[in-house]
């Protein structure tokens, strides 16, 4: 083949491969438009003799968003046929703000009538532990690891890699704080001890509610609320939650509170099937769905168990 020919060959190949990527492209985002736009839920019963149903709403993953878990608490608290209310916390909790607005909407739905138990996973620490507060009980796996009653905030500093690769950064700003935390050089003291006193009072928050939640003395929640971690059976022993048990445990409990004669029915919601789960399976259109959120909900403090 000629050099001419080549040439053209080479032109073809790239064309055909930039037009095969454009294409993926295209059908990725069509597919996540679809799936954004396709939030069709059903209820799914399974089980149980009894007429009387306990929902189960499951709270997983860092927890940057508290929009779906309270729109749920709200439908099934509204329901007659649900006399009570499961929370499955697979979490490492999360951001501050959305921690805080499940857990006061856990108590306000207690309130209203409707019991809510706590039922933890491998995994219910931090954020998480701070929502299960709210629940008229708590229930854990011997195994479960728990705890993790604390406030972090992470800050990453560049600046020698910015010198090393010759990119310097200008900032200009209204008042000494406003670029605090910038990855561009490093803390300085008083900008340290400024966050520390932010991040206390935060923490002094996580503290009332797992007094005011657990009822226990502030010493001794403040004895336990060093950030380490517990097992479900630590957590027992230390009074951080009621009941040492499965899923199962938790319903049989809610169902008790809930006044259900037998058996209780279980009712939960089920994501109808959406195109990219057809292209791309389910759980990788839920990894870049979390990964999305995440970078859009970034927050400095969070109630996180880093692991």
Not at 79 to 95: D, N, Y
Not at 227 to 236: D, K, L, V
Request: aromatic letters at 6%.
């Amino acid at each position: 083949m000629s050099s001419a020919g080549k040439w053209i060959l080479g032109i073809a190949v790239a064309t055909a491969g930039v037009g095969f990527i454009v294409l993926a492209f295209s059908v990725f985002m069509l597919a996540t438009a679809v799936t954004a736009s396709s939030v069709d839920t059903y209820d799914e019963t399974t089980g149980g003799s009894s007429s009387g149903r306990v929902a189960l709403i499951e709270v997983t993953d860092v927890l940057v968003d508290s929009e779906d878990v309270i729109r749920q608490l709200r439908k099934y608290r509204d329901r007659s046929s649900v006399k009570a209310i499961v929370l499955r916390l697979e979490s490492p909790g999360g951001g501050v703000v959305p921690s805080h607005e499940i857990y006061e909407e856990v108590r306000r739905t207690r309130k209203l009538g409707t019991p809510v138990v706590a039922s933890m996973g491998s995994v219910a620490a931090s954020g998480a532990y701070y929502i299960a507060c709210g629940a008229s009980r708590v229930v854990a796996n011997p195994g479960t690891i728990t705890g993790s009653i604390g406030v972090i905030s992470e800050f990453t500093n560049f600046r020698e890699l910015l010198d090393k690769i010759g990119v310097q950064n200008t900032t200009i700003k209204s008042g000494e704080f406003k670029d605090l935390g910038n990855p561009s050089r490093p803390m300085r003291e008083h900008e340290r001890a400024f966050l520390q006193k932010t991040i206390d009072n935060v923490y002094d928050q996580f503290v009332d509610v797992v007094v005011r939640g657990r009822g226990l003395s502030e010493d001794s929640v403040r004895s336990l609320a060093d950030g380490r971690i517990y097992t479900g059976e630590q957590a027992y022993d230390s009074g951080l939650i009621d009941t040492l048990g499965t899923l199962l445990t938790a319903v049989t409990i809610a169902g008790n509170l809930g006044k259900i004669q037998g058996e209780p029915r279980i009712v939960r919601e089920r994501e109808s099937e959406k195109l990219f789960d057809l292209l791309m399976g389910t759980e990788t259109r839920k990894t870049i769905e979390q990964m999305g959120t995440r970078m859009h909900n970034r927050t400095p403090l969070e109630y996180r168990f880093n692991y």
